[in-house]
């Protein structure tokens, strides 16, 4: 299991930061509300409210914020203020070495998949859930949030499907972003797939390239050696004029049919209004039964 940074406490300091996508500061403001009441100092960074073309501002800005939050170590976690796109081009050019000497959470989901397995390959654990602007959109999905920041045990419950592939499977999470992924391999952030249990969701995404980005990862050799396999959501996927023939509950099983592992599909993770935290490289018990699915951490 990946080394866990410190869990918040109230009092903790913590900031929130766009790397990414541009978005509007009063978009946030529920976001700090809810972290406020959880007894957390927020820091806001300038890079929310600004804007770059499409992102939240210029790359050099981007990457310095993030490398002060970094740095500052009465920072407890780097929260994302959104996704979109562009946190992948700041990362070769942050320096991890404070950050690994006093570590912190790093929290986010869909574009922020690339700095969390970046994390996850420098031998820490990471946060995969709701990001400040989408703390607006699920309260459960807030408190998974905060459950997984202060520490807390998880079991996750959900209800069966008929494409399941039923098992059990014991491993450390690993995942997020389908896209995201995919991009890392061959990359500074690629990491060992074998043995854990890996979490995939994407969004807007044609059927065809679903199915390209999963032919990747098994040619890779990332599929073949897996502890489980949770699906996500795969929200708003979009067919061609001419139809590609298959959705992705059965693209997701045509590349996992030959090696034997536990396959969950429906678990709230990712782009819909329940989006559920998991603590990225933290060791998870995945058991799918014929009558629904548990994931849960260990004391």
Not at 161 to 174: D, T, V
Request: aromatic letters at 10%.
């Amino acid at each position: 299991m990946l080394t866990a940074p410190p869990y918040l406490k109230k009092g903790d300091k913590i900031a929130i930061t766009a790397p990414a996508s541009k978005l509007a500061r009063e978009s946030i403001e529920i976001g700090i509300q809810i972290l406020q009441s959880w007894g957390l100092e927020v820091i806001i960074g300038h890079t929310v409210g600004r804007k770059f073309h499409g992102f939240s501002d210029t790359l050099e800005n981007r990457t310095s914020e993030f490398q002060g939050f970094l740095d500052d170590s009465t920072i407890k976690l780097i929260l994302s203020a959104r996704g979109g796109y562009g946190s992948s081009k700041i990362i070769d050019n942050l320096n991890f070495d404070k950050f690994k000497a006093s570590p912190k959470w790093i929290c986010g989901f869909s574009d922020l998949t690339a700095m969390l397995l970046h994390v996850n390959s420098l031998g820490f654990q990471s946060l995969h859930g709701v990001m400040a602007k989408t703390m607006t959109y699920h309260q459960t999905s807030n408190e998974s949030l905060r459950a997984a920041l202060f520490g807390e045990m998880y079991l996750y419950a959900f209800d069966p499907s008929p494409s399941n592939k039923l098992g059990e499977g014991q491993g450390e999470a690993i995942g997020g972003n389908l896209a995201l992924m995919v991009h890392s391999i061959g990359s500074k952030s690629d990491i060992n797939y074998d043995g854990k249990i890996l979490f995939l969701e994407d969004v807007s995404e044609y059927y065809y390239n679903l199915d390209r980005m999963l032919v990747q990862l098994k040619r890779a050799g990332k599929l073949q050696y897996l502890a489980g396999l949770v699906v996500g959501d795969f929200s708003d996927c979009k067919d061609n004029d001419e139809p590609f023939g298959k959705k992705i509950e059965e693209i997701v099983l045509e590349h996992t049919s030959d090696p034997y592992y536990p396959v969950a599909f429906g678990f709230g993770f990712g782009h819909e209004n329940k989006n559920l935290a998991i603590r990225m490289g933290e060791e998870l018990y995945l058991d799918v039964k014929s009558s629904g699915s548990i994931i849960k951490s260990f004391e």
